[in-house]
Each structure stands twice: as structure tokens, then as C-alpha cells.
């Protein structure tokens, strides 16, 4: 059934107070990666779990119950995102990194004004939440755009708006103005705020080559004060940032020397480190967001994952934006990240099924510093995926192994059904229930219409 054909009431998909979610499989990604059968998931009041377990050995149920067919996981969590880039889909499309930046990308994004981040990012949070994607970790401008399309749409963010000092970008304000910005919403409302604390707020210095030195540690600093994410390009191509490189050793190395790795720290991509970057960000807590789609259609290299997570750096999975990666799918970032972990290491179980799920879930929540996403257990936010199992990707679905390596290798986002965020369900048969998707196509593709013009 569409959106468009169900009931105003149904059509709100709200959950009104507490119910109980009964699946014949549940996949809490604990850190064994558990299969659980004939399960239950408790959700009370506030959108919170307050149970995950059989159904044999649950407690009575005090509130309604939803018998659903298939399985639920945690919904999950892209670390790296430019999701407004929508609009720019397919823009330069056969161009490296920097002149894909330069010649393209930044003269259209010069284009872009408010009204259409907000309208590009609604269509984007639909993409998402329609594979599964509760949780985007977005570094892009026009912050209250942003804010009101996650708010429309109902899914999450860690919004880490753009700092830049970059030619064309003093449009939007200086470097101090756009750190005092950040700073200032935070002091306001807090780090986390609305519904669900459905908005956090962090600060997205872009890169160390389109940043002076003092301005990537004074934004550093300002993230400590307020335990906000830092969240900034990293080591993405060789050729972004020779003259940081020729001073410093590396983009790690630089960040450390002007004390800009303490802290929540998240390193996009970090493709372009060596022996040493990677102990120096394990040894600082850094964390590294994995975008191996993007990387590889620009070209820019293949990170070192396995490295990374043998040294004990936290990594999760990303995107990056649609106008590069060009889908907003993690399921298929997954795969490729552990084709590619595989092929590079000559190990055929360099990432295994399991550890793949883990990273588009628990794991991506542990790189952001959110212990409260990412898994199904009682205390975290109920943020969660239905998953159909009638599929012909599970030949084995009753094999707990089988039906893990289907789910990721085989399955994917196309098996997604419903989702909860906060423990309202906001797609309901692969509909948004608060906005009409058709709407929202229409509105994004005259946007990109303007931008092209």
C-alpha cells in the first residue's frame, strides 16, 4: 500500500506510547553479531528499548503488540555524508577529486540557496531512510535547512556544518564566523536537542588544505569545550594537500602537531595513511569513516581498513555525497568495502558478513561516539529496520551463518520494508509517513533543474 493510500492516522505512522515488536528474527548486532529467534523488542514511552529478547523468556507484555513478518536490526548508520549533493547528481562524473571540486562541484553548490538544501535534503533522508539509514553523519551550510528537512522527514542527523576558507565560499562568512555559528546553536540548545534527540550538532572543518593551520586548532578547541564531534576530510587523494605533507609528515600529523586530534574526532575516508598515521590516530582516539564507493569513482585510492582496524581505530561505513558516491546505500558500501578488504589482503575472510553489519551499525555508532545507536539493547534510542525474509536472497534463512551472509551479500537495502526512528515508525511499506515521497521528487528535480541552468 502507498502512503498516498492509507488513512490520515495511518499515514502519521506515530507510535503512541509504548508497544512491543515481535519478529521471527531479531539482529540486536551485539558484539557477537547474535541471531535471535522468535524475539522480541520492547519500546517504551519516551522511544527508547526496554527489552531485546525470546519471546519465551520476555516479560508479560504490558502494552500493545506488533506481530511483523521477517527480521529487525538497528537502523543504520552512514558516518560520512553530503547529502544535499543530491541535487548535483551526476554532475562531472568523470573527473578526479580536485578538479571535480573546483570546476564543478563548488561553482554549483555556489548556486544553491537555502530553500533548496532544505528541499534536497528531505528527498535525501527519504534515500536513506529507504535503505534502512536512520542515522547520517552530514557535513554541509545552511544549517536550519538542514535541521528543518530532518525534522520534516523524521530520521537523524549529526550535522557537523562546513567551516571553510576556500575561494568562492567567503559567501557564507569567514572561518570564525562559521566555527561561532556552531559554537553558539550549541550553547543554545545543546549538543543534542528535539524530538528523540533526533538533532546532534558538531563542527566540520572541511580539510587541512582548505583551512589555515590556527583554524583547524581553534574549531578543535571549540569541539572539546562542548564534547562535539570534529568531523573533517582527511587524506582523501594525494594531490589535495602536498604543501601540508611537505610540512608536516601528513594530514594526521599536522592535525596532532597543532593539537587537533583530541577529542570526538572523526577522519573522512583516510585513505592516504601510513604505518605511523594509523598508529597516531589509534594512539589519539581518532575514528575514520570508510567511503569506499566514493574513493573508488574518484579514483582517489583504496583505504586501508584491515590496517585500520587491526591497530584498533574506529571505523565506520560512509556514503559520502550522491553528487560522488552518487546512491545513498549502505548496504552497497558494505559489500564493497569488504570486496575490496578481501581482494587487497588475499584474505577471503578479511571481513566476514557478520563484521560487515557491525560496521554499518554498532560499529558506526561506536565511531561517533554515540553508545546510545547503533544496536538494539535496552537504553539505546529505538531506531530500527524491518527487513523482509520472503526473498529469494535467504535460501537457508534457518541457518544463523546462512542467513548473515545472505542478508549482507545477497539482500540490502531492497529487502527494507518499515522503520522506526525514536520509536516512530517513519516508513511504512517503503513510504516516509510524515511527507509525501512524490512531492519531494518533484521539488528536488526542479531544484536540480535551476542549478544546471
Known amino acids: 500500500m502507498t502512503g498516498e493510500g492509507r488513512k490520515p492516522a495511518e499515514r502519521a505512522g506515530?507510535?503512541?506510547?509504548?508497544?512491543?515488536?515481535?519478529?521471527?528474527?531479531?539482529?540486536?548486532?551485539?558484539?557477537?553479531?547474535s541471531v535471535l529467534r522468535d524475539a522480541v523488542v520492547d519500546i517504551d514511552g519516551d522511544g527508547r528499548i526496554a527489552h531485546v529478547g525470546p519471546r519465551a523468556t520476555a516479560p508479560a507484555p504490558t502494552t500493545p503488540v506488533r506481530e511483523l513478518p521477517g527480521a529487525l536490526l538497528p537502523g543504520l548508520v552512514n558516518t560520512h555524508a553530503h547529502t544535499p549533493m543530491i541535487a548535483l547528481r551526476g554532475m562531472g562524473g568523470d573527473l578526479p577529486l580536485m578538479r571535480w571540486l573546483q570546476e564543478v562541484m563548488w561553482p554549483a553548490e555556489g548556486r544553491l540557496e537555502a530553500a533548496d538544501v532544505r528541499v534536497a535534503m528531505a528527498s535525501g533522508c527519504i534515500e536513506l531512510l529507504r535503505t534502512g539509514c536512520t542515522?547520517?553523519?552530514?557535513?554541509?551550510?545552511?544549517?536550519?535547512?538542514?535541521?528543518?528537512?530532518?525534522?520534516?522527514?523524521?530520521?537523524?542527523?549529526?550535522?557537523?556544518p562546513g567551516i571553510i576558507a576556500a575561494p568562492g565560499w567567503d559567501r557564507?562568512?569567514?572561518w570564525e564566523q562559521m566555527r561561532?555559528?556552531?559554537?553558539?546553536?550549541?550553547?543554545?540548545?545543546g549538543v543534542r536537542s528535539g524530538p528523540g534527540e533526533r538533532i546532534e550538532l558538531g563542527y566540520g572543518p572541511h580539510a587541512a588544505y582548505t583551512l589555515p593551520s590556527?583554524?583547524?586548532?581553534?574549531?578543535?578547541?571549540?569541539?572539546?569545550?562542548?564534547?562535539?564531534?570534529?568531523?573533517?576530510?582527511?587524506?582523501?587523494?594525494?594531490?589535495?594537500?602536498?604543501?601540508?605533507?611537505?610540512?608536516?609528515?601528513?594530514?594526521?600529523?599536522?592535525?596532532?602537531?597543532?593539537?587537533?586530534?583530541g577529542g570526538r574526532v572523526l577522519a573522512a575516508h583516510g585513505v592516504h595513511l601510513s604505518d605511523d598515521d594509523i598508529a597516531l590516530l589509534a594512539s589519539r582516539g581518532a575514528a575514520v569513516a570508510h567511503c569506499p564507493g566514493s574513493n573508488a569513482k574518484l579514483a582517489a585510492g583504496i583505504a586501508r581498513l584491515t590496517a585500520l582496524r587491526r591497530a584498533g581505530v574506529r571505523v565506520g561505513l560512509g556514503t559520502d555525497g550522491p553528487a560522488s558516491g552518487d546512491d545513498l546505500d549502505l548496504w552497497a558500501e558494505a559489500r564493497l568495502a569488504g570486496l575490496l578488504a578481501r581482494v587487497g589482503s588475499g584474505d577471503a575472510a578479511a571481513l566476514t558478513a557478520g563484521e560487515l553489519l557491525l560496521m554499518s551499525t554498532r560499529e558506526g555508532a561506536t565511531a561517533i561516539g554515540r553508545d546510545?545507536?547503533?544496536?538494539?539493547e535496552a537504553g539505546r534510542w529505538a531506531d530500527l529496520v524491518h527487513v523482509d525474509l520472503d526473498d529469494a536472497a535467504f535460501v537457508a534463512p534457518?541457518?544463523?551463518?546462512?542467513?548473515?551472509?545472505?542478508?549482507?551479500?545477497?539482500?540490502?537495502?531492497?529487502?527494507v520494508r518499515d522503520v522506526w526512528v525514536a520509536g516512530e515508525q517513519v516508513l511504512?511499506?517503503?513510504?516516509?509517513?510524515?511527507?509525501?515521497?512524490?512531492?519531494?521528487?518533484?521539488?528536488?528535480?526542479?531544484v536540480a533543474a535551476r542549478i544546471r541552468g
Open 14 to 33: 506515530r507510535m503512541d506510547g509504548a508497544i512491543r515488536l515481535v519478529a521471527p528474527v531479531v539482529l540486536p548486532c551485539d558484539p557477537g553479531c
Open 135 to 160: 542515522t547520517s553523519v552530514e557535513m554541509y551550510f545552511f544549517t536550519d535547512a538542514v535541521i528543518d528537512a530532518v525534522s520534516a522527514v523524521g530520521s537523524r542527523v549529526v550535522l557537523t
Open 172 to 174: 557564507l562568512g569567514t
Open 180 to 189: 561561532d555559528d556552531v559554537s553558539a546553536r550549541i550553547d543554545a540548545t
Open 214 to 261: 590556527n583554524a583547524l586548532a581553534s574549531v578543535a578547541e571549540h569541539a572539546r569545550a562542548r564534547n562535539a564531534l570534529m568531523h573533517i576530510h582527511v587524506a582523501e587523494t594525494m594531490e589535495e594537500d602536498r604543501a601540508q605533507r611537505a610540512e608536516h609528515g601528513s594530514v594526521p600529523a599536522l592535525l596532532d602537531d597543532v593539537g587537533a586530534l
Open 372 to 376: 546510545d545507536l547503533g544496536a538494539l
Open 398 to 415: 534457518e541457518d544463523d551463518a546462512q542467513l548473515l551472509s545472505n542478508l549482507v551479500w545477497a539482500g540490502g537495502s531492497r529487502l
Open 428 to 446: 511504512a511499506d517503503r513510504s516516509p509517513t510524515r511527507v509525501d515521497q512524490r512531492a519531494a521528487t518533484t521539488a528536488l528535480r526542479a
